[in-house]
């Protein structure tokens, strides 16, 4: 059912010539590109701290899960299962290792339904931040690289990671160092992980030239990222909550200051300190590095910089 579903989409794409293609694959790329996390980056640095560190606890933690579930579960993308399934333009290349479930609504509700319960008063955000998660889901289906339950259920997945998030942010605000307690969950639960993930066996199909179908190496990269971001936001978030406690942009001169400045430290990160981890360290440990540096350095690290340069220039 599920497979033909994608070929009834596959169907209407070729009938229509594709005029559908890359509007669908920008909005299936919307949520990951580094435009993402720099929006995410303005609204904590500018905007409301604790929504921008509840979107990057919320793709921590959802990506990870997400991660574990696809690596538990092992599902072959919709083209391996059926020949018939031809994904639409470019959106192979992104679309790597496992199906189910699907990281990029993960991602998408992450971002844009954390958004809409931080808004919920305003009936339109919650109406358009749901329309754009769900968009994102279509578009997966409509480019044929996820079936319906692998958006289905990574939409739940993210769901459910951001109703325990908000729960367990709430207890942590409810009693001094009580984010400690959930600093030390989240890393023993992190390196548990990180263990099942690298010792587990992984399935080893290949194509009649020799090629194998899914890389198990490469899915263990991808849950190194998850942990990653996971361990970035997680310690990034409790070191600014005890030791730096900055505060919102007082006005647009400093905001813009702010990110302009941001944007250029991250592009550094990104650009230099992340393929040097990655060299140094290889793909796995790397990659987990470099993320919670970057991850962090959002959090914390730059918080703390921009908050010793205003305070000597005495910014009011």
Known sequence: MDIEYLLLLQ?????????LDTFMEVVSELVIGPLSIVAIAIIYWCVNKKVGAQIMLNIGSGKTV??????????????????????????????????????????????????????KKRKWVVVLCTAI???????????????????????????????????LVRWADGSKDRDLIFLISGILLCAAFLAFITLKSYPLDYK???????????????????????????TGWVTERHLIQFEKAKNTK????????????????YKLVSPAMI????????????????????????????????KGRGVK
């Open 279 to 310: 060299a140094v360290c290889g793909a796995h440990f790397g990659e987990f590095i470099s993320y919670t540096i970057l991850v962090f350095w959002i959090m914390a690290g730059y918080p703390f910089l921009f908050k010793l340069v205003e």
């Open 254 to 269: 400093m905001a813009v200051i702010r990110v302009l400045v941001g944007i250029v430290t991250l592009l550094v990160i």
């Open 208 to 234: 009649e030239s020799g090629e194998i179908l899914v890389d198990p190496y490469a899915m263990m990269t991808d849950c190194y990222v998850a942990a990653g971001l996971f361990m970035g936001a997680l």
């Open 66 to 119: 997400s991660q574990l579930v696809k690596n538990v579960c092992c599902v072959y993308r919709p083209w391996i299962r059926d020949p018939r399934v031809i994904p639409a333009g470019d959106s192979m290349r992104t679309a790597t290792g496992y199906s189910f479930p699907s990281g990029h609504t993960q991602l998408a509700t992450a971002e844009f339904m954390t958004v809409a319960v931080w808004q």
């Open 133 to 167: 998660t769900f968009l994102v889901m279509f578009s997966r289906n409509y480019l044929g690289v996820h079936t319906p339950q692998d958006v289905i259920v990574g939409f739940l997945l993210c769901c459910l990671s951001i109703y325990v998030n908000e729960k």
């Open 11 to 19: 169907n209407f794409r070729n009938a229509t010539g594709g005029v």
